[in-house]
T-cell receptor, first 110, second 117 residues
């Protein structure tokens, strides 16, 4: 069974810092990997989608990488802002299901 | 990106009553939708996969008679929590993929906060 782990569970940084969130998965036979943002009491907003054949995707200040063979993905956030404060979830899709990590709660201090 | 609308966003109901939650794909067709439950400070737990025109597939440990799922059209899936109890209080989220276009990205609804009193 696929297991997804996110490290760290929580992260607090001052505004302007670059940061990296980590995601690892146990079964490399994934169809794709997706990073989401969740604000308190809200649904999920899709940030980046990486297909299994891709190695990275970029959107604005966000860059996500995928190393399928080692079962790892990272989400890089450049020049963090207080508005980036949220919980970030990664999910892998295989066996016709999404498997979610437990998330990294990010706090960017002004 | 595609939009998934979930309604209601919040609902409070009395113990023993039933509550229906709707999940709609607004600008795409979704043959498959997913229903998740999220406990405080935890990640999403898949409850069931909703298939248009056929029975839903439930995850192990999820009561089929408790959580009724209907996916009658390509744009609407509903989750009905029957005979709700306080322990059913949770955050429920639906998800859909634009399967007709072969899309592989998942889009999520805004979630429904259910409180059973």
């Amino acid at each position: 069974k696929q297991e997804v782990t996110q490290i760290p569970a929580a992260l607090s940084v001052p505004e302007g810092e670059n940061l990296v969130l980590n995601c690892s998965f146990t079964d490399s036979a994934i169809y794709n990997l997706q990073w989401f943002r969740q604000d308190p009491g809200k649904g999920l907003t899709s940030l980046l989608l990486i297909q299994s054949s891709q190695r990275e995707q970029t959107s604005g200040r966000l860059n996500a990488s995928l190393d399928k063979s080692s079962g790892r993905s990272t989400l890089y956030i450049a020049a963090s802002q207080p508005g980036d404060s949220a919980t970030y979830l990664c999910a892998v899709y295989n066996f016709n299901k999404f498997y979610f990590g437990s998330g990294t709660k990010l706090n960017v201090k002004p | 990106g595609a939009v998934v609308s979930q309604h209601p966003s919040r609902v409070i109901c009395k113990s023993g009553t039933s509550v229906k939650i709707e999940c709609r794909s607004l600008d795409f067709q979704a043959t498959t939708m997913f229903w998740y439950r999220q406990f405080p400070k935890q990640s999403l737990m898949l409850m069931a996969t909703s298939n248009e025109g056929s029975k839903a597939t439930y995850e192990q440990g999820v009561e089929k008679d408790k959580f009724l799922i209907n996916h009658a059209s390509l744009t609407l899936s509903t989750l009905t929590v029957t005979s709700a109890h306080p322990e059913d209080s949770s955050f429920y989220i639906c998800s859909a993929r634009d399967t007709r276009s072969g899309g592989t990205e998942a889009f999520f609804g805004q979630g429904t906060r259910l409180t059973v009193v």
